[in-house]
């Protein structure tokens, strides 16, 4: 099982970003999907996640800005980012928990490799 993610850039602050996580292989199920993020010099955080049946969290400073959203059939997440700020700057990876395939145990978690975000003021 791999987790690809897609969608960074550079872009300038206020505008829009939208970041897409597929996980490949023989999969049945996965429970949690989420993003996460680092900046320089810090640590990695959770900027948002998502169960299978839809709901979600948000860490503080993007509420109201970012979205997350998956596709079960599809095995993909997406944060869709708006209003980004500078301090957005950052390698964001995508994640997914107790991933369940065909031929294969569970899984409990898995990182996809990151993808940067540069957002200029």
């Known amino acids: 099982v791999q987790l690809q993610a897609s969608g960074g850039g550079f872009v300038q602050a206020g505008r829009s970003l939208r970041l897409s996580c597929a996980a490949l292989?023989?999969?049945?199920?996965?429970?949690?999907m989420g993003w996460y993020r680092q900046a320089p010099g810090k640590q990695r955080e959770l900027v948002a996640s998502?169960?299978?049946?839809?709901?979600?969290k948000y860490v503080d400073s993007v509420k109201g800005r970012f979205t997350i959203s998956r596709d079960n059939a599809k095995n993909t997440v997406y944060l869709q980012m708006s209003s980004l700020k500078p301090e957005d700057t950052a390698v964001y990876y995508c994640?997914?928990?107790?991933?369940?395939?065909?031929?294969?145990?569970?899984?409990?978690?898995?990182w996809g490799q990151g993808t940067l975000v540069t957002v200029s003021s």
């Open positions: 292989g023989n999969i049945i199920s996965i429970n949690d």
């Open positions: 994640n997914g928990q107790g991933i369940t395939g065909q031929s294969m145990g569970l899984i409990t978690s898995r």
């Open positions: 998502i169960t299978r049946g839809g709901s979600t």
